[in-house]
């Protein structure tokens, strides 16, 4: 089955740094890599996700980068603010196969101090 | 958009009793639900996939007799903790896809804390 390794565990910025986080799977038919930022006590919120077809997605400070040769895929946070200040997870599916599980990293505990 | 939502959002009980999650996907209907449980600063583990019309897959490691799970329309799925123990204090989140494997996002809903004293 498919197994994410998402790193780091915590990252601690400055407001207006970046933030990168990365994550690599195991599965070569994981076509679909979602990003997904859960705050205290709620249901993780998806904010970007990129489909393998695509090399690259970007939606104002939040990008995306995958790499299929090396299965491994980042996010982007550019001018960080406090209030992107959560956890933040990457997942892996396979939209056709194995009834198309979706299968989480470990998550990064992302911290932006003002 | 799409809307899931689950409830209760949080639900207390004795130690031997079983406890019921609902979720509902309000905007949509969901061929396929998947249940997830999540400890304190650890990441979602899929427990099991929920097909409307079927039972259940589970994962390997969870109890089928221990979490049953109902998918009897297109909008609705029940989590069932029998006999619910305190190691089964958890955070149960659900998510609803629309349409086919191939197609779209999974919607998350809000959670449901579950506290097994």
């Known amino acids: 089955g498919e197994n994410v390794e998402q790193h780091p565990s915590t990252l601690s910025v400055q407001e207006g740094d970046s933030a990168v986080i990365k994550c690599t799977y195991s599965d070569s038919a994981s076509n679909y890599f979602p990003w997904y930022k859960q705050e205290l006590g709620k249901g993780p919120q998806l904010i970007i996700d990129i489909r393998s077809n695509v090399g690259e997605k970007k939606d104002q400070r939040i990008a995306v980068t995958l790499n299929k040769t090396a299965k491994h895929f980042s996010l982007h946070i550019t001018e960080t603010q406090p209030e992107d200040s959560a956890v933040y997870f990457c997942a892996a599916r396979a939209l056709y196969n194995q009834g198309g599980k979706l299968i989480f990293g470990q998550g990064t505990e992302l911290s932006v101090k003002p | 958009g799409a809307v899931v939502s689950q409830h209760p959002s949080w639900v207390i009980c004795k130690s031997g009793t079983s406890v019921k999650i609902e979720c509902r996907s309000l905007d949509f209907q969901a061929t396929t639900m998947f249940w997830y449980r999540q400890f304190p600063k650890q990441s979602l583990m899929l427990m099991a996939t929920?097909?409307?019309?079927?039972?259940?897959?589970?994962e390997q490691g969870v109890e089928k007799d221990k979490f049953l799970i109902n998918h009897a329309s297109l909008t609705l799925s029940t989590l069932t903790v029998t006999s619910a123990h305190p190691e089964d204090s958890s955070f149960y989140i659900c998510s609803a896809q629309k349409g086919q494997a191939g197609a779209n996002v999974l919607t998350f809903g809000a959670g449901s804390r579950l506290t097994v004293l």
């Open positions: 929920s097909n409307e019309g079927s039972k259940a897959t589970y």
